[in-house]
């Protein structure tokens, strides 16, 4: 699991501007599915949603927290936990960001977990302790968490201060990055509340605020040379399965917890609902053993992971658990879509700070619909067919009226279902 990686932030998803040859090869080895979401845009929600299998709507869990002990239900099982019940060796190396205390074994499950503090070059360090523990373990069923926190020190080097995992070189002239994105100027009819917050939270969030056209270019480059530094990273603990015999045994899956704007709509960071924040790679292999395909069925990473690893291992899935076992999909590519419509969650923070603004998405194949609690314009409708960047609005185009009731019925049906207490105020 990578930290801030947007879904395009790869060179097998056509990205030309930078290079990734260990997530590549994680594709040309599996599925990688091309519209996968993560379950809320922000750190400890969306880690809180993958480790639980749990939305953070109900976990509760929707601004960052600190490890401290007593936040993490009792009756909420861990990941780890799930698979240690389950017989597994279990393994978490990198950074956690979760409420709980990683030295509170007993709840979270992670027999083996290094490296979780905050220290200048922790990714360098991950591979070298997942080597470890695939070394002591290899003869054993194991899960591992490789965690790396890049590419999110570009929150850093859009602050202009040093940078937590890496070293780069300064920024080449603009006229030598990444072009800007179609979609890099801020849309017309966008809720005002977005841009509001983002003034309120202030400078070290958003330091991008009156950036020129060049900045954002710099940024671009800056961020893919993060990405790269990272998948070198990769590159280390993939060759570790493989150094000690167990590369054709293993399935992994490559994730991140959620993305960056990456200069679409102006916006750095994450928590906004569009593509750039809100998707991320998802990529299921076994290398050496499966062949490459791509799939479009909609993924929550938050929901669907622990239901697709018991899926594949056997292990008891927690009953209460709503994701979707992918390995069906995976090992037989015959069937059809298991979803066909996918929300998701936002709430604005400063931190562990909560605003009081927040968000739902409904993502179809084609449409995604975005409405948040407060403004004067709360709706966003796009066609995502004709319309990936999200430039367009079409909640104000009367001839799509019937698509965005469609949309807004939708979601209150599926809120009033799953316990989900949003409430737009339409």
Request: glycine residues 6%; contains cysteine.
């Amino acid at each position: 699991m990578t930290d801030q990686q947007t879904a395009d932030a790869m060179s097998i998803a056509g990205n030309k501007y930078l290079q990734t040859p260990a997530m590549d090869k994680l594709a040309q080895n599996g599925v990688r599915f091309t519209k996968a979401y993560c379950a809320q845009p922000l750190c400890t929600p969306s880690r809180t949603s993958i480790i639980s299998g749990k939305m953070p709507y109900e976990t509760g869990f929707v601004g960052n927290r600190s490890e401290k002990d007593g936040q993490w239900p009792d009756d909420l099982l861990m990941m780890g936990k799930i698979f240690q019940n389950g017989g597994y060796k279990t393994g978490y190396v990198g950074k956690w960001h979760l409420p709980v205390p990683t030295t509170k074994i007993s709840q979270h499950g992670f027999e083996f977990i290094k490296n979780t503090d905050f220290l200048d070059y922790n990714d360098a360090a991950t591979p070298s302790y997942c080597a470890r523990f695939i070394k002591e373990n290899k003869n054993e069923p194991f899960l591992l968490v490789a965690s790396f926190l890049n590419p999110h020190d570009i929150c850093e080097w859009a602050r202009g201060e040093e940078l937590k995992m890496d070293v780069l070189e300064k920024a080449p002239p603009a006229d030598q990055c990444p072009p800007l994105p179609d979609n890099w100027q801020i849309p017309d009819h966008e809720p005002k509340i977005v841009r509001d917050q983002q003034k309120t939270v202030g400078f070290r969030t958003y330091p991008t605020i009156n950036w020129t056209g060049d900045q954002w270019r710099q940024y671009r480059w800056a961020y893919n040379r993060l990405v790269e530094k990272v998948d070198n990273y990769i590159e280390m603990v993939l060759e570790s399965l493989k150094k000690y015999n167990i590369e054709k045994n293993t399935i992994i899956i490559f994730t991140a917890d959620h993305g960056d704007g990456y200069a679409g709509h102006s916006w750095n960071q994450k928590q906004i609902l569009y593509e750039e924040a809100a998707k991320i790679p998802f990529i299921i292999s076994k290398i050496g053993e499966w062949k490459p395909r791509t799939d479009e069925m909609l993924v929550c990473n938050g929901i669907d992971i622990i239901p697709t690893m018991c899926g594949f291992t056997s292990v008891p899935k927690p009953p209460y658990l709503k994701g979707i076992d992918l390995s069906k999909k995976i090992t037989d590519n015959t069937i059809q879509n298991l979803r066909d419509t996918l929300v998701i969650q936002t709430d604005f923070a400063h931190n562990e700070e909560l605003s009081g603004i927040n968000g739902r998405a409904v993502i179809t194949k084609d449409f995604k619909y975005i409405v948040y609690n407060k403004g004067e314009i709360k709706e966003q409708l796009f066609d995502l067919s004709k319309d990936p960047g999200e430039i367009t609005n079409l909640a104000l185009n009367k001839s799509y009226k019937k698509q965005l009731i469609t949309m807004r019925n939708y979601l209150k049906k599926w809120c009033k279902s799953n316990g989900d207490k949003f409430n737009s105020g339409l």
